[in-house]
Structure formats: structure tokens, C-alpha cells
């Protein structure tokens, strides 16, 4: 049984950072297309991040980009997303999801959430001073 678990979201100030863990069992991380995805209540659900087998093959939203880094620990099966210089406007729903992808550029196209197969619970981020 494939499960995916968030964990790491707390309430923080502007300016400030958190690693968000996805911890993953019955299924090897580097093995699929990986993302980070978000949601606001009310909005639709966005990708943030894509991860494909390695550092090297990782993409960012705009509202993103120099900001949050995605990175594995393969050992442990965990993806894991370091967020830093947080915004009110990063304030949501993270959400750790997994689909297949023969490669990067298959990897990078899947933007839509029911692309993917595999999702986490999420876990909360807030942002606000």
C-alpha cells in the first residue's frame, strides 16, 4: 500500500523558513515523477515544485523560484521541501503527490492533480505576523 506523509508545516513570520518532509512508503521516490503542490481554500490546487530523479531535474512556480528548494534523501524515501523568505502569499495546503514519467520532460508536463496517483494528507503552512 502506497502512502505518502507531509509533515513540517507550522505557523511562522514573514521572512522566516520550514522544511516540509513527504515521507513515502510502498513506492521509491526516485523512481517517480515527484511534486509539491498547494492549495488556498477556494483556489484550485497548484503545483509548486516538480522532481524527477536528482537535483539536477527539479522545477519551481515563478511565485516560487529562489525561493524553495526541493531535495531527496534517498536512505529514507523522503522528499522533502526547504522554503525560505516565506511570504503571507505562501500561506496553504502543501501537499506531497507522486505520478509515473518516463522522463524529466514527462515529468515537467504533469501539472494537473489528476495526473497524479499518489497523494499525502497535506500539511498546513501559515504564514502571518
Known amino acids: 500500500q502506497v502512502q505518502l506523509k507531509e509533515s513540517g508545516g507550522d505557523s511562522v513570520q514573514p521572512g522566516g523558513s520550514l522544511r516540509l518532509s513527504c515521507a513515502a512508503s510502498g513506492l521509491t521516490i526516485s523512481n517517480y515523477c515527484m511534486a509539491w503542490f498547494r492549495q488556498v481554500p477556494g483556489k484550485e490546487r497548484e503545483r509548486v515544485a516538480a522532481?524527477?530523479?536528482?537535483?539536477?531535474?527539479?522545477a519551481y512556480a515563478d511565485s516560487v523560484k529562489g525561493r524553495f528548494t526541493v531535495s531527496q534523501d534517498n536512505a529514507k524515501n523522503t522528499l522533502y521541501l526547504q522554503m525560505n523568505s516565506l511570504n503571507s502569499e505562501d500561506t496553504a495546503m502543501y501537499y506531497c503527490?507522486?505520478?509515473?514519467?518516463?522522463?524529466?520532460?514527462?515529468?515537467?508536463?504533469?501539472?494537473?492533480?489528476?495526473?497524479?496517483?499518489?497523494w499525502g494528507q497535506g500539511t498546513q503552512v501559515t504564514v502571518s505576523s
Open positions: 503527490a507522486a505520478a509515473t514519467a518516463r522522463n524529466w520532460i514527462s515529468c515537467l508536463s504533469l501539472r494537473n492533480v489528476g495526473e497524479y496517483m499518489h
Open positions: 522532481y524527477f530523479h536528482g537535483e539536477l531535474n527539479a
